[in-house]
């Protein structure tokens, strides 16, 4: 069960919580750390959930972000630095227990990594919906992801759309795709296994051979060359190739030559750290995490996430999980005891 937990005013610098960090290529364990003293506006929140995100916490449990990446690559509550050891997670749900009046008990999203409590403050904290059940709200990072990729692509009603990848971001990508007016959306991938996904949640499946041609939009998020081109050969005549893998410190084959050129194709990268350029005008983080968080409003999401470990036990389940090759999409880690 979660440890009872005093008032905010209360809690000083001996307080503690435990926290996954990765420690060495391929692994990790649980550590105390201390706990800062909260200011007026820090919130004390009891985690419920986090999400493992297969990608990017892979190349990490790895030892894989180039230098050149180790300060873009830092999480909002990071702690320790790239490669090892180091603290790192961005998909925290948990309920508010001590800090502003207006705020206590509210089920909240944080950008946070595992660990059992934490302070942050207000601002960083995005207010899950009555709508939206607390498990399901760790994909609210990945949904970011996806609402701002199709802000970079232009998607529109009626477009014939591929989506090659059938990770949790291409599940989510396609998702959105799906619910534009008149769309035809093709999720493609490897794994057979991703069509059961894909018509749970409404849109097509193919394998890469009998992927479609001629999409007026495609978007790539299966990090492989032999992904990418599979998207660069789904696209029509100046279709635009969304790139939204990253591959770490990996040198990735691009398949330029052949109909390229002569296609007059785009092939531009999308990525959550910036608002696209489309909406950046108008719209900052703030406003796009909490749009992303409504969007999750929908049961059929739950097949997204397809695993659950307990935290105490997840040093010893994340490295199958983050293994190469693992089956299955998120992982949910549950952080309190269940019947």
């Not at 709200?137 to 998607?155: P, V």
């Not at 052949?258 to 910036?274: K, P, Y």
């Not at 659950?308 to 994340?318: H, L």
Request: hydrophobic share 45%; proline share 9%.
């Amino acid at each position: 069960m979660a440890r009872e937990l005093k008032p905010a005013t209360t809690i000083d610098a001996r307080a503690k919580a435990l926290a996954l960090w990765y420690i060495a290529p391929r692994e990790c364990k649980l550590n105390d750390v201390a706990l800062p003293v909260p200011g007026p506006a820090d919130c004390l929140v009891t985690t419920l959930w986090s999400g493992l995100s297969r990608g990017t916490e892979r190349l990490i449990f790895e030892g894989r972000v180039p230098p050149s990446e180790h300060e873009c690559m830092r999480a909002p509550f990071q702690e320790g630095n790239f490669p090892f050891p180091v603290k790192y997670g961005y998909c925290a749900v948990g309920r508010v227990d001590a800090g502003p009046p207006d705020m206590l008990g509210r089920i909240v999203f944080c950008l946070h990594p595992h660990q059992d409590r934490f302070i942050a403050p207000r601002s960083s904290l995005i207010p899950v919906p009555d709508s939206v059940p607390p498990r399901r709200a760790i994909l609210a990072a990945n949904m970011e992801t996806a609402l701002n990729a199709h802000w970079d692509a232009g998607s529109a009603p009626a477009d014939r759309i591929v989506v090659v990848g059938g990770g949790v971001l291409g599940l989510l990508v396609a998702w959105l795709a799906a619910r534009l007016p008149g769309a035809d959306v093709t999720l493609v991938d490897v794994e057979p296994g991703r069509a059961v996904p894909a018509a749970e949640l409404g849109f097509g499946f193919a394998m890469p051979d009998a992927a479609p041609r001629d999409a007026d939009l495609v978007f790539h998020t299966s990090a492989t060359a032999a992904g990418l081109a599979t998207a660069v050969a789904a696209a029509g005549t100046e279709a635009r190739i969304v790139e939204m893998s990253w591959y770490g410190e990996g040198t990735v084959p691009a398949t330029l030559g052949c109909a390229f050129h002569a296609r007059r194709l785009q092939l531009v990268s999308s990525q959550v750290g910036m608002v696209a350029a489309s909406h950046r005008a108008r719209w900052d983080h703030a406003r796009r995490a909490a749009a992303a968080m409504t969007l999750l409003a929908d049961d059929r999401l739950d097949a997204v996430i397809t695993e659950e470990i307990a935290f105490r036990d997840a040093p010893q389940r994340i490295p199958e999980l983050l293994a190469p090759g693992a089956a299955g999409l998120t992982a949910a880690i549950c952080y309190e005891t269940r019947p």
